[in-house]
């Protein structure tokens, strides 16, 4: 319980950790005119320790910091009872998808960029204290951040690894799942199941932070639906069968192979057809492999393939691969697409 003076004389608690000393004073101020009572802390233990003895209605935690960084801070948070159901916001100066995903993953259930915004940190925050009581009555903190993933295009699930059943999935990863694999909830598909069972034991035996699995791919003509493995924290208070043995998170996300075969069709002339077959035999894909992909049949595929090498000025398939890996970049190993 916190103490009483708090809940008798203070509004809404928050929790502030930064290791600037000004971004510290600036966010105390702003919460303490705005009626909040305000902590602070500017380390990750300290966070931790202040965290466990106040039990705050929400904790603004800075993602980089020296030493124990933010996203530990969230997960050691995230696996004690007495804090697990705290909302996290993040605060970062950071936008790429690597830490956006990072910090939700570890248990946060929104984010916000430096330099703050107050009227955006006030906002945030009212957001999160109105559904604080049912995050502390269940699992709304992760089904926050996994919505939020969504949001960003990242399609989530989770499944649980004593059995392999899929117990949550977002309605982007529902679509996905289904438009790849062919499966519903409460079914995991094959591909994934193999995946966890050859990846997932490392994951958990690594302490205390392993580097991350092999991802999963799995394709679908030109597009690519790519699969990143997370041991998913658990929510204490839940103690039903369903939470026995954890969790696993798993990160999807969908690319397109579209910009390469524009880039083909206009640096050579092809039609989208001819494009589409160029960009399998540069995979290395053979004819028979190539109609099955892209519907039709050997003898169309080789028609097709007979005018790329005129519009190429080449008379093998090794020549046209070679001038499309040499005239479009997209197509080399470790090219962004």
Known sequence: MRPH?????????????DDVPESLAALH?????????????????????????????????DALMPGMDGFEVARRLKADERTAS???????????????????????VDYVTKP???????????VHLRTSRQIRQGSMVQQQARN????????????????????WQTPLARELLWRY?????????EPVLRWLRRHGPDLCRSEPAP???????????????????????DDPADTSADSEGGHWLIVMQETSDTSVLEALMQTFGLTARE????????????????ADIVGASAATVKKHLERIHAKLGVETRTAAAALALQRVPQLRPGAGV
């Open 275 to 290: 494009a589409e077959v160029l960009y399998w035999v540069v995979q290395g894909k053979i004819n028979r492999d190539i």
């Open 5 to 17: 003076v708090l809940e008798a004389e203070a509004g809404p608690l928050v929790l502030i950790v």
């Open 29 to 61: 101020d702003m919460l303490d005119e705005t009626g909040y009572t305000v902590l602070v802390a500017s380390d990750g233990p300290t966070a931790l320790l202040r965290a466990r003895q106040a039990r705050p209605d929400v904790i603004l935690l």
């Open 211 to 233: 580097a991350e699995p092999p991802r999963l791919t799995l394709t679908q003509g030109t597009r690519r639906l790519t699969l990143r493995l997370y041991r998913s924290v």
């Open 86 to 108: 705290i909302p996290i916001l993040f605060m970062t100066g950071l936008t790429e998808t690597e830490h956006l995903i990072e910090g939700l993953a570890a248990g946060a």
């Open 116 to 126: 703050v915004k107050p009227q955006e940190v006030i906002a945030r925050i009212g």
């Open 148 to 167: 939020a993933l969504d949001a960003f295009g990242f399609a989530t699930i989770t499944v649980r690894m004593r059995d392999g059943r899929l117990l």
């Open 181 to 189: 694999c062919g499966t519903e909830a409460p079914v995991t598909p």
